[in-house]
């Protein structure tokens, strides 16, 4: 135990070896199997090192590591991680809520740290509390080391967890049989929110996947409008043009085999159609996909169910394009303000 240790330089446990009292826990029977305090092979909490803290290349730690509340200027642990020598034992792991440092010597990607992270997560099975601020002191320093993508990938980590805990928290709280019914209801529902929080912005810290996710749209909105208009399935999208003379013509059309594509030969060759709204599939898609928006291709054009199957499925897909792109839209401007990350 180094409770309230004061170290005005170094504190260096380079190659050391660390014995804790569940390495004699299978002697001594008296010790309650939840005894977290049997558990602990070197204790720092609450300890101020003025200078660099070595912690690496632990050769042997037979039970778990509190850093509570410990505060080092240099954190250098070479990014090697705790593992029990005996195979029989269990992988200690890392108290590190309230670990503070302003830099780090060792492993700065992101991968590396994040393992690191999890050693520390639960230090007894039953223990359900999650604590975030590992993870922002972590993101944090590796910003201001300059890592601000492996910083990045820490924070979406990060949100990955809190969301996951959030999940779990709504039905471990729940208090009584009908409100852990509702909460086990609605939970699948959240992880689908949550999963698109993910996708589509990083939970906040990438607001631009959100752009590319709407490109992506739009493509392939383009892609069905593009077939439906060479197909022959669009037609005016306004009373006025379809009680015109000239698009009747065109309605009424009997013989066989019909005009291919009545709309495109109407708006090339009708006075009214000449002067109508040139169909453009690439601003059709956007006016689609893109809610803030309005290019006036779809209140001067719509698809038609009866002349062809891409008319057809555009008809019914136009919606979820809409939806989608106001889904994307709507995440990506929260991403954007900090919406999302302040939850």
């Given amino acids: 135990m180094m409770n309230n240790l004061k170290v005005g330089g170094e504190l260096n446990f380079q190659c050391a070896s660390f014995c804790g009292a569940a390495a004699h826990a299978q002697c001594n029977v008296s010790k309650s199997a939840n005894d977290s305090s049997a558990h602990i092979a070197l204790d720092l909490t609450d300890a101020t090192i003025g200078k660099t803290f070595y912690f ?24 090697t991680n705790l593992a029990a020598s005996d195979r029989h034992r269990n992988t200690p792991k890392l108290d590190l809520d309230g670990f503070t440092y302003s830099r780090i010597q060792g492993a700065t990607d992101a991968k590396t740290r994040l393992i690191w992270l999890e050693q520390g997560e639960s230090l007894t099975p039953t223990e359900r509390e999650f604590f975030p601020q590992p993870y922002k002191q972590l993101a944090k320093v590796l910003y201001e ?15 990955k967890k809190l969301r996951h805990h959030a999940r779990k928290e709504r039905i471990a709280n729940a208090k009584n049989r009908a409100q852990r019914l509702w909460a086990m209801a609605t939970t699948p529902r959240l992880w689908i929110w949550h999963s698109l929080s993910l996708l589509l912005t990083g939970h906040g810290f990438r607001p631009g996947n959100s752009l590319i996710a709407l490109v992506l749209l739009w493509l392939l909105a383009t892609t069905v409008a593009h077939f439906a208009w060479e197909e022959g399935s669009f037609a005016p999208n306004s009373a006025v043009a379809l009680q015109s003379e000239s698009w009747a013509t065109y309605s009424a059309d009997h013989s066989y085999p019909p005009h291919p594509n009545p709309a495109k030969d109407w708006s090339l060759t009708s006075t009214i159609g000449r002067d109508w709204e040139s169909f453009n599939r690439y601003a059709y ?38 939806l989608f792109g106001w889904i994307v839209t709507a995440l990506g401007a929260a991403a954007l303000t900090g919406i999302i990350r302040r939850e």
């Fill in 145 to 159: 080391m300059g890592h601000e993508e492996e910083a990045t990938k820490v924070r979406v980590a990060l949100g």
């Fill in 56 to 79: 690496a290349d632990i050769t042997d730690c037979a039970g778990n590591v509190k850093l509570t509340n410990l505060s080092a200027t240099t954190f250098c642990d070479c990014g």
């Fill in 285 to 322: 898609a956007a006016d689609l996909v893109v809610p803030i928006i309005d290019l006036g291709q779809t209140d001067a054009w719509a698809p038609s169910t009866t002349r062809g199957p891409c008319g057809w499925h555009l008809w019914w897909a136009r919606w979820g394009f809409t």
